[in-house]
């Protein structure tokens, strides 16, 4: 039996539909970032914004509250990148990235050759007892190293301790309008409890499809750089539909989960500079062409952001702000050939985003750019 194919922009519906972009969630911010699997977070504020687009009513203290409490956490797992998980997902999905930061150790040019011959297990018990004692910053890490190991290298040996422990970034890192230098301490310390002993990567590819399907076997892999997905799907096949996009590549998904028709609308969205729904794919023409993609990183506009219309990646926006100025002004990019309808739109959303962004500034304003 030949299956459905679906389209690019029945592609792009579904996977808007997932991510809570085509029509924002009354739903707590604690569910929504469980049903994401996380958000990317290496700018500390990302996922505020990231957050907002997706909420009905969201309010930056409600995130900041969750980080304060520890039911979420800032931590590196995907792609060995800084993502804003919930505490019980971060015991997870820690252990199941380990190959990931193992072949990041391996492969560093300067980290990789000193840490040759070293044993790790005396640093990493001593490290670990100091940070679960006080979180650390690198600079203190690397001191308290220096001191304990004068015959190693000590950035070397921090370097390890960041990829062979499950250091969590605390608070006041990441806290609405504040900004603080990374301090770290281990998630086992952190939360209370031991990371997952043998965690299920079938479950999280499952969660995956519900967040961001349907999917190839490629995407899964580019959303977390791990490899030997074709075995996990395969063992999954009996509990997942098959289509074929336009390609003729097959795609997986969950049975039930949301495909909508592809004339749904999808209302204008503004994105923070990294979000996981633009990065979570191998193939992302069904967010944006190649083309398209290349003219809005050309140039050295300070982009923050992303902007989508109509599904698809139509813009950048940057926050113009000048130290001492009473007006806190946003500028969208665009790629020029939006209709005065859409125009309308995304500055009516920008509107509202310069206001969340900068809430202390006395004016806000507006300003749509058409790119050459």
């Given amino acids: 039996m030949t299956a459905d194919v679906l389209t690019a922009r029945a592609l792009n519906r579904a996977t808007l539909a997932r991510q809570l972009l085509l029509e924002r969630t009354a739903r707590p911010a604690l569910d929504v970032i469980g049903h994401l699997v996380g958000m990317q977070a290496q700018e500390p504020h990302n996922p505020y914004l990231a957050l907002w687009s997706r909420l ?12 304060i409490d520890r039911e979420v956490v800032r931590i590196v797992v995907m792609r060995g990148t800084v993502h804003l998980v919930t505490a019980d997902d971060c015991l997870v999905l820690r252990p199941l990235v380990q190959p990931v930061l193992d072949k990041e150790i391996a492969r560093h040019p300067e980290y990789s050759p000193a840490l040759v011959g070293v044993d790790l297990a005396p640093v990493l018990a001593f490290v670990r007892e100091l940070v679960a004692d006080r979180p650390h910053s690198g600079r203190q ?15 070397a040996l921090a370097y ?46 499952l969660r995956y499809l519900g967040a961001f399907g349907p999917a190839t076997v490629a995407d899964v892999a580019a959303w977390s750089r791990l490899t030997g997905f074709r075995e996990v799907v395969e063992r999954l096949r009996p ?5 074929r996009d336009e390609r003729g590549r097959e795609l997986f998904d969950l049975p039930e989960a949301p495909r909508p028709d592809p004339d749904t609308p999808a209302p204008a969205r503004f994105l923070p500079e990294y979000d996981n729904v633009l990065l979570s794919h191998a193939d992302r023409t069904r967010f944006a062409s190649d083309e398209d993609r290349r003219r809005l990183s050309a140039g050295e506009r300070p982009v923050k952001g992303t902007v989508l219309h109509d599904g698809t990646t139509v813009a950048t926006w940057w926050l113009d702000r000048p130290k001492g100025s009473p007006t806190a002004t946003i500028v969208v990019d665009h790629l020029g050939g939006l209709t005065a309808q859409a125009l309308a739109e995304v500055g ?25």
């Fill in 141 to 155: 890490l690397r001191a308290a190293l220096a001191d304990r190991f004068p015959e190693h290298h000590a950035p």
């Fill in 348 to 372: 009516s959303e920008a509107a509202e985003v310069v206001r969340f962004q900068a809430g202390d500034a006395e004016a806000h304003d507006v300003r749509l750019v058409a790119l050459d």
């Fill in 56 to 67: 009905d009513g969201f309010r930056p203290e409600e995130l900041s509250q969750l980080l």
């Fill in 239 to 243: 509990r997942l539909r098959t289509f």
């Fill in 160 to 205: 390890a301790c960041r990829n062979f422990l499950a250091f969590v970034q605390v608070p006041p890192r990441g806290l609405w309008g504040r900004s603080a230098q990374v301090s770290s301490t281990t998630a086992e310390a952190w939360l209370g409890r031991p990371l997952a002993v043998d965690p299920s990567i079938d479950d999280v590819v």
